[in-house]
């Protein structure tokens, strides 16, 4: 009987493809070049006579027979990675590694990270930050710090940290322009900065304008970024009003970098969460942190 069994190279090219739906961003990941990857992958549907993805276009989509394979790969090499870490752990117990989005590590981890080294110096934190990405987890993170709701991470311990609502910010600067911020309607007179992607942020505007009760309001002028880091930096330095999320936000209004010119607040069931693999807790590295983000950020769960 011929022996198929693939390479481990092969299944991780595979895995990583299957993830994040393109060559190219697989390649990034494992440090690889797109036509290495693309190799890859073809000696591996060779090697099993089916067909794993199309292309459609400059975009791929998995098969029904890739996915079939890729959901038994991935927790493969999940459970292979957790082996390997526990058999070295006593190499790298005392390195915790965080993964955090980028706009939540800047604005609510890093500043609020000091305390959790200075009650544990023999800890060593190497901080990781996370692409935008549906699917975020990463192996070689003891936790990570992301954005979505419970059911978005299936077979992985989640623990949300913050609950969501979604209201206009801008700078008090803002307020001393030509144009009055008293009302919603005053809007149309601003620039408006919205956070969108093609495949990762919504844009929530619409949203929160239907909450005001403002069906159609002609907007002036907007300016448009594809992460919340960079939309929050505008709104700072006064060109425009941006759609905050309260957990990200508070600290810059409480030092009055920005301020909430309306009193209409959006709910929404998104929020941060802390999402690891369920053997990791056992680490005291990662219990320890575990305990402290949730105590530290114990006021954005309401």
Same mark, same amino acid.
């Given at each position: 009987?011929?022996?198929?069994?693939?390479?481990?190279?092969?299944?991780?090219?595979?895995?990583?493809?299957?993830?994040?739906?393109?060559?190219?961003?697989?390649?990034?990941?494992?440090?690889?070049?797109?036509?290495?990857?693309?190799?890859?992958?073809?000696?591996?549907?060779?090697?099993?006579?089916?067909?794993?993805?199309?292309?459609?276009?400059? /975009?791929?989509?998995?098969?029904?027979?890739?996915?079939?394979?890729?959901?038994?790969?991935?927790?493969?090499?999940? /459970?292979?990675?957790?082996?390997?870490?526990?058999?070295?752990?006593?190499?790298?117990?005392?390195?915790?590694?965080?993964?955090?989005?980028?706009?939540?590590?800047?604005?609510?981890?890093?500043?609020?990270?000091?305390?959790?080294?200075?009650?544990?110096?023999?800890?060593?934190?190497?901080?990781?930050?996370?692409?935008?990405?549906?699917?975020?987890?990463?192996?070689?993170?003891?936790?990570?710090?992301?954005?979505?709701?419970?059911?978005?991470?299936?077979?992985?311990?989640?623990?949300?940290?913050?609950?969501?609502?979604?209201?206009?910010?801008?700078?008090?600067?803002?307020?001393?322009?030509?144009?009055?911020?008293?009302?919603?309607?005053?809007?149309?007179?601003?620039?408006?900065?919205?956070?969108?992607?093609?495949?990762?942020?919504?844009?929530?505007?619409?949203?929160?304008?239907?909450?005001?009760?403002?069906?159609?309001?002609?907007?002036?002028?907007?300016?448009?970024?594809?992460?919340?880091?960079?939309?929050?930096?505008?709104?700072?330095?006064?060109?425009?009003?941006?759609?905050?999320?309260?957990?990200?936000?508070?600290?810059?209004?409480?030092?009055?970098?920005?301020?909430?010119?309306?009193?209409?607040?959006? /709910?929404?069931?998104?929020?941060?969460?802390?999402?690891?693999?369920?053997?990791?807790?056992?680490?005291?590295?990662?219990?320890?942190?575990?305990?402290?983000?949730?105590?530290?950020?114990? /006021?954005?769960?309401?």
């Amino acid at each position: 009987m011929r022996n198929i069994f693939p390479s481990m190279t092969g299944l991780r090219a595979f895995e990583a493809a299957a993830r994040h739906r393109s060559f190219t961003r697989a390649a990034i990941e494992l440090n690889l070049t797109q036509s290495a990857v693309s190799h890859q992958i073809r000696k591996l549907e060779e090697l099993l006579n089916i067909k794993l993805f199309d292309r459609v276009g400059n /975009e791929i989509q998995i098969t029904e027979s890739g996915s079939e394979i890729y959901t038994v790969a991935r927790a493969a090499i999940a /459970e292979l990675r957790l082996a390997m870490d526990r058999a070295t752990r006593q190499n790298n117990d005392d390195v915790l590694t965080i993964g955090t989005l980028g706009t939540f590590g800047m604005k609510c981890l890093i500043p609020h990270l000091k305390s959790f080294t200075r009650a544990n110096p023999g800890i060593h934190v190497r901080l990781r930050i996370l692409p935008p990405s549906p699917d975020a987890t990463h192996g070689d993170c003891d936790v990570a710090i992301l954005y979505g709701v419970e059911s978005d991470w299936p077979g992985y311990q989640v623990s949300r940290i913050t609950t969501e609502e979604l209201f206009p910010v801008c700078s008090p600067s803002l307020l001393d322009g030509p144009n009055p911020l008293d009302d919603p309607q005053d809007l149309a007179d601003q620039v408006i900065i919205r956070t969108v992607s093609p495949l990762i942020l919504r844009d929530d505007w619409p949203f929160w304008f239907r909450k005001a009760g403002l069906s159609d309001l002609g907007l002036s002028q907007d300016i448009t970024c594809d992460l919340l880091f960079p939309s929050y930096q505008l709104a700072i330095e006064g060109l425009g009003v941006a759609l905050g999320r309260s957990a990200v936000v508070r600290d810059d209004i409480a030092a009055g970098r920005l301020i909430e010119p309306f009193s209409i607040r959006l /709910e929404t069931s998104f929020g941060y969460h802390l999402v690891y693999p369920s053997m990791r807790e056992e680490y005291t590295k990662v219990s320890r942190f575990l305990a402290w983000a949730r105590d530290e950020f114990s /006021e954005l769960l309401k």
